[in-house]
């Protein structure tokens, strides 16, 4: 049977609509909405786009791709059951483990039997009268429900190089965001790669290990110190399962909700030789312990941040041997960890093959186009057997606008966000009743699938209390989502990324209009977050308005 026989078929629930909820999305933010949907008893339809479950670890398949967070804290933690039933293999989980892992809990809570693979939802137009969203796909095919959760992740809209000639190449290229589910075969090959954010920090040192050359197309550097993954043995596994709830519970109390938590003394303060082994100790540690088990001021303070700057410089220099390239591989706009900082696993020593070359698009070589042989700087034209496009997202918003998502009087969302978004904790828009989003702008991420669970379990007090009170629909109040707009400003003000063009704040030169920088997420301290949810609860939702 088709999907849209089927869908014809499907007997409406009250009120003519299809579902009681439609989930867009089918990564981890979508499967636990589901589970918890379900729980409450709501009758939901997750729409995906890909042909499988999975979200980024199933799009993202390059080479190296992986958690550069620590596995035991980046899962599910609502089951006590599937945490001591799944063993994570290493450390920083690799894709294929990862995605293994989210089949498995899919396999277990049944959840795919409420998902529609293959259907990218272009459209959400609410319907006042009715009460209720009609969510179009790509095919035509429509569905109408009371409820409707965005579950489409903060980098999903992926974004090719706008660069002249972009699709003349007549080899293959790839985005990281779509690579190929057969292994690509770079042996013997010539291989190019745009781009050096965390994605291709991850896959240079592996394309480079089979390639016959690659050369790697360097606009700005970014900062990367080292992952440091192991393997966990069964014994280690067994231990942290013992040690769950102390794990998850001091996540929950950390600003990101990582395990890493900022030493309270502040860089100058202390001695330099005190500092320095300090620094050494972090950079030989696994995980983001550099980037946020350090000194409380690093990320705030010029000087301090000059200072951790200067130590990772030094360690670039060290690592690679032509000091040259090292030094091009030195960021000269953006101090350590004003960018989210990408963990490397051999990254600086890729480029003491005699395989891989560096070129500088910036200072040396601007690239002018690409051709159908390979890629056009100002100095020659270099060929290509394989071209790699990791030239990243349209962050947090990227994936919005993609959707045409019209609330109360056929207001377009992108319009609403037209100078930043506007939302109540991240979670609703004002004007777009019954919109609930999983990770939307302005709410607290930090460690994602922890912010995530955090998400959904608001959202799901949201629907409890609801269903207590025989109401159909919520809606933000405007003096709430004015105020939670201003906290959001505030908290970024402070910090040094907040003067740096990323992802994080909203710049994307591959996109028209995303020049100016926005503030994205909630920056500010995640316990804070958390108890500010906590107090919206126990107060019993008087900041959203219901009917
Ligand atoms: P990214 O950090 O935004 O990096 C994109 C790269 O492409 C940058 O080096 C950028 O240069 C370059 N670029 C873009 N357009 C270009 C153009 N037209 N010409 C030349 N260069 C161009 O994207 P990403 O590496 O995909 O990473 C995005 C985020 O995904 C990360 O920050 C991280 O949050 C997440 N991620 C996580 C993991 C993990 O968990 N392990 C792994 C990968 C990614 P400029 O810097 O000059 O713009």
């Known amino acids: 049977m088709s999907a849209s026989a089927e869908l014809a078929e499907r007997p409406r629930t009250s009120r003519g609509s299809d579902f009681d909820a439609i989930i867009i999305g089918a990564g981890i933010s979508g499967m636990f909405m589901l589970y918890r949907l379900r729980e409450l008893g709501i009758k939901a339809r997750v729409f995906e786009a890909g042909a499988d479950l999975g979200g980024t670890w199933y799009w993202n398949r390059y080479p190296g791709a992986r958690f550069d967070s620590e596995s035991w804290t980046y899962g599910y933690s609502f089951s006590k059951e599937l945490m001591q039933e799944w063993d994570w293999k290493e450390h920083f989980s690799p894709q294929p483990d990862t995605l293994e892992y989210l089949n498995y809990v899919a396999q277990k809570f049944d959840l795919r039997r409420d998902m529609q693979f293959g259907s990218t939802v272009t459209s959400a137009h609410w319907d006042d009268a009715a009460n209720q969203w009609t969510v179009t796909l790509e095919n035509g095919e429509q569905a109408r429900s009371r409820l409707l959760f965005t579950a489409i992740g903060i980098l999903s809209a992926y974004t090719l190089p706008a660069i002249p000639g972009r699709d003349s190449f007549r080899g293959p290229a790839y985005h990281p965001a779509r690579w190929p589910h057969t292994p690509v075969d770079f042996s013997g090959k010539r291989v190019g790669i745009i781009g050096t954010g965390a994605t291709a920090i991850q896959a240079i040192p592996e394309i480079a290990r089979q390639a016959k050359h690659l050369t790697v197309f360097q606009r700005r550097p970014n900062w ?110 953006h101090g350590f960890g004003t960018r989210r900082v990408p ?24 690239i002018e186009c ?68 999983v990770l939307g702008p302005h709410t607290a991420r930090g460690n994602i699938p922890q912010a995530i669970e955090h998400s959904v379990e608001f959202q799901a007090g949201i629907l409890r209390f609801m269903q207590e009170h025989n109401y159909t629909r919520v809606e933000t109040r405007p003096e709430h989502v004015a105020e939670w707009t201003q906290i959001v400003i505030k908290a970024s003000e402070p910090l040094l990324s907040s003067k740096v063009d990323s992802w994080q704040t909203g710049v994307n030169r591959n996109v028209e209009g995303r020049t100016v920088r926005r503030v994205l997420g909630y920056n500010g301290n995640g316990v804070h977050f958390r108890r500010k949810t906590d107090e919206v609860a126990k107060g019993g939702y008087q900041e959203f308005l219901f009917r």
Not at 398 to 416: N, P, Q, S, T, W
Request: aromatic share 10%.
């Open 224 to 333: 990367a110190a080292p992952l440091h993954n192991a393997k966990i043995g069964q014994a280690e596994m067994q231990e942290i399962k013992s040690r769950y709830e102390e794990i998850y519970a001091h996540c929950a109390k950390t600003a990101s909700w990582f395990i890493h938590e900022a030493d309270r003394r502040k860089t100058l303060d202390v001695p330099p030789e005190e500092r320095e082994a300090f620094w050494e100790k972090l950079y030989a540690e696994p995980g983001f312990g550099i980037w946020m088990g350090n000194f409380r001021d690093i990320l705030i303070d010029e000087k301090a941040n000059a200072a951790i700057s200067e130590f990772i410089a030094k360690k670039i220099r060290q690592r690679v041997k032509d000091p040259k390239v090292a030094d091009k591989l030195i960021p000269k706009d």
């Open 343 to 366: 963990l490397e696993s051999g990254y600086f020593e890729a480029y003491n093959r005699d395989n891989v070359t560096l070129v500088d698009t910036i200072n040396d070589e601007p």
């Open 370 to 437: 690409i051709t159908p042989k390979g890629v056009q700087t100002r100095a020659r034209e270099y060929e290509f057997d394989i071209l790699v496009y990791a030239t990243g997202f349209d962050g947090v918003t990227g994936a919005f606008d993609r959707i045409d998502i019209r609330g109360m009087d056929g207001m377009h969302l992108k319009d609403a966000w037209t100078d930043g978004p506007r939302t109540y904790l991240g979670m609703l828009a004002e004007g777009f009743p019954n919109l609930l989003m």
